[in-house]
């Protein structure tokens, strides 16, 4: 390969990433639009707009890209695949975007598994030692390359190699307010009854009373 044919595969990669990362400023942006509808036969012209117009409705992200970002776009793939793991020992991959928030990929997940509702569900990541829960506003990605670059900033590096860190993502019952035993059934199935005295943090002596003050009054 030439040396100015990979120097413009390695610009097109570039670009996908800035444009799911930020939109370019107002003066740049025509000339952006017009470059990509200019180059419509390139594999990555289209994808690359559909990102920039993303980018422009849900705002700029507020960390570099993580290196999943990086290795798809390496790879010659503008798809990436994410495994989020059930309290029922269960496990689904889902479509994960540069633009995608926590609440976008609850709503996937909650459609994918057919819950009745969302509402009390959160992603979590596991990396390490710790579970935390991902706020419903943050970019996916964003969170767990903030989570990854805090957690390598606290452990020092031995004879000056960074500890390689892997996370896993769960999704999980986090607020219990409102729910019902037996509204849906798919909810009891894959989170409620795997979640009480779990990482769901309830333990029988909390949920007994939770199931009996749901339970229809008897009338003699």
């Known amino acids: 390969m030439c040396v100015c044919r990979y120097s413009e595969e390695k610009g097109w990669e570039l670009l996908w990433l800035c444009t799911g990362l930020f939109p370019p400023s107002n003066m740049l ?3 952006v639009q017009r470059f990509l509808q200019s180059r419509k036969h390139h594999p990555l012209a289209q994808d690359c707009m559909t990102r920039l117009q993303k980018a422009l409705r849900n705002g700029s992200r507020k960390y570099p890209p993580h290196l999943v970002e990086v290795e798809a776009i390496q790879h010659k793939t503008t798809q990436i695949f994410h495994k989020v793991y059930f309290p029922d020992d269960t496990d689904e991959a889902f479509e994960v975007e540069s633009s995608t928030k926590a609440k976008d990929f609850c709503l996937a997940i909650s459609a994918r598994l057919l819950l009745k509702s969302p509402e009390g569900f959160s992603l979590f990541v596991k990396i390490s030692d710790k579970v935390i829960s991902v ?5 996916f990605f964003d969170f767990v390359r903030h989570l990854t670059d805090w957690i390598k900033k606290a452990r020092p590096s031995k004879d000056g190699i960074v500890p ?7 999704f ?13 059934s798919f909810a009891d199935s894959i989170f409620h009854y795997y979640q009480v005295g779990g990482v769901g943090g309830w333990g029988v002596t909390e949920l007994v009373p939770l199931v009996l003050s749901k339970l229809p009054r008897f009338k003699p």
Do not use: A, C, I, R
Not at 164 to 170: M, N
Not at 172 to 184: A, F, H, Q, S
């Open 29 to 31: 942006l025509p000339h």
């Open 135 to 139: 706020p419903e506003g943050d970019f």
């Open 164 to 170: 390689s860190l892997t996370y896993q993502v769960f």
């Open 172 to 184: 999980m019952k986090k607020l219990w307010t409102n729910t019902v035993p037996g509204k849906d």
